[in-house]
């Protein structure tokens, strides 16, 4: 069994969009090996069509350019990126991403692909709270098997990237 297939039999079906990369940082990388259908749904995508494509096609105008270079940092030092983008659907429209990137390593302790899981959400209403992830709440909460399972890797928990914004 592949790494990709061992992740789509664990998360082809979950609530939460889920995108396998390549460990390519350099453009035109890295290269999407797998996302889920929850993926499609967040991103306002066919799915089954993102396969070999660079998850930079999400962006645009209000993407800011320091979070994409800590991400890239964060990536390229072997950490683990938790943060929050702006990204487009095809059709214009804008929606704010939490994203929680690990690193994939394989017995050797070598960086061979990258996972995130990432959720919609919305900027809080009210005074904000201190860091990022207080300033954020999820426009769906999914309680499925999965959820939990994530839950317990700390999925969208700790480690809010500083300066990001
Ligand atoms: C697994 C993974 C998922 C990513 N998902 C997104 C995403 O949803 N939206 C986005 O704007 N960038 C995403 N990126 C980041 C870009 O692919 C790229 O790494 C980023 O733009 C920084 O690189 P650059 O400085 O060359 O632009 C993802 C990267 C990885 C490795």
């Known amino acids: 069994m592949t790494f990709v297939e061992f992740v789509g039999a664990f998360l082809d079906e979950a609530a939460i969009a889920v995108v396998v990369t390549d460990a390519e940082l350099n453009r ?3 290269t999407i090996l797998y996302v889920n259908a929850a993926f499609g749904f967040l991103t ?4 089954t069509s993102l396969v070999g ?4 096609f999400m ?3 209000d ?18 990126f938790h943060g929050f983008l702006t990204n487009y659907r095809p059709d214009g429209t804008k929606y704010r991403v939490e994203i929680d990137c690990r690193p994939c390593r394989g017995p050797d302790g070598q960086i061979f692909a990258f996972i995130a899981f990432q959720r919609e959400v919305m900027r809080r209403v009210g005074r904000p709270s201190v860091g990022q992830a207080g300033r954020y709440t999820p426009t769906n909460i999914s309680n499925t098997p999965v959820t939990a399972a994530l839950r317990t890797m700390r999925v969208f928990e700790e480690v809010i990237e500083k300066d990001v914004l």
């Open 63 to 80: 993407t800011r350019r320091t979070s994409l270079d800590a991400f890239h940092h964060t990536l390229k030092y072997g950490g683990r």
């Open 44 to 47: 306002g995508r066919d799915h």
């Open 28 to 30: 035109p990388g890295p």
């Open 53 to 56: 494509t660079s998850p930079r």
């Open 59 to 61: 962006q645009g105008k």
